[in-house]
T-cell receptor
């Protein structure tokens, strides 16, 4: 079946550091890929998405590129801020759209000033 | 544009009590989902629905029931509350092949 594997957290960075959160997936067909962010005490919000190979999703300085050859969708940001402290979830939607999104276990990011 | 609305936001139950967590969406989404998120953990799918009148079990359905009589509403029922059901519950909805939209969650404690 489809699955998503994220790097284990927590990740602690200093402000302005470079961020990478790894995400790899297993899927049949041509899935769509998503990153969601959950700030403390809130629900999940869509951060970015990519629907086909080589697409780059971007939002709020975050980027992720859909790499079919390595089945990856790593999240990156060049300079993190304290306000980026949150839990980040990688997710996959299969090509049919009929089955629920498959989520990774989440990676907690803490950014310190 | 309200999106996905969950009520109540907080609730404390005694063991053995029952309650219904409400979820409604105004985006005409056909797919709706219920998840639970335990402290420090990821999401676990409880039930989902692909349209009015159709529901299916997710990963952790035991102790819960759902119904989907309308496109807009997808209530989650706990019949006999147990301490293991203490969690944060999230409802979500989407159109096919589109991102899921999440509600703000219901924080449930069972004592």
């Amino acid at each position: 079946g489809n699955s998503v594997t994220q790097m284990e957290g927590p990740v602690t960075l200093s402000e302005e550091a470079f961020l990478t959160i790894n995400c790899t997936y297993t899927a049949t067909g041509y899935p769509s890929l998503f990153w969601y962010v959950q700030y403390p005490g809130e629900g999940l919000q869509l951060l970015l998405k990519a629907t086909k190979a080589d697409d780059k999703g971007s939002n709020k300085g975050f980027e992720a590129t859909y790499r079919k050859e390595t089945t990856s969708f790593h999240l990156e940001k060049g300079s993190v801020q304290v306000s980026d402290s949150a839990v980040y979830f990688c997710a996959l939607s299969d090509g049919s759209g009929n089955t629920p999104l498959v989520f990774g276990k989440g990676t907690r990011l803490s950014v310190i000033a | 544009n309200a999106g996905v609305t969950q009520t109540p936001k907080f609730r404390i139950l005694k063991i053995g009590q029952s309650m219904t967590l409400q979820c409604t969406q105004d985006m005409n989404h056909n797919y709706m989902y219920w998840y639970r998120q335990d402290p420090g953990m990821g999401l676990k799918l409880i039930y989902y629905s692909v349209g009015a009148g159709i529901t299916d079990k997710g990963e952790v359905p035991n102790g819960y029931n759902v119904s989907r009589s309308t496109t807009e509403d997808f209530p989650l029922r706990l019949e006999l509350a147990a301490p293991s059901q203490t969690s944060v519950y999230f409802c979500a909805s989407r159109l096919a092949n589109q991102p899921q939209h999440f509600g703000d969650g219901t924080r449930l404690s069972i004592l």
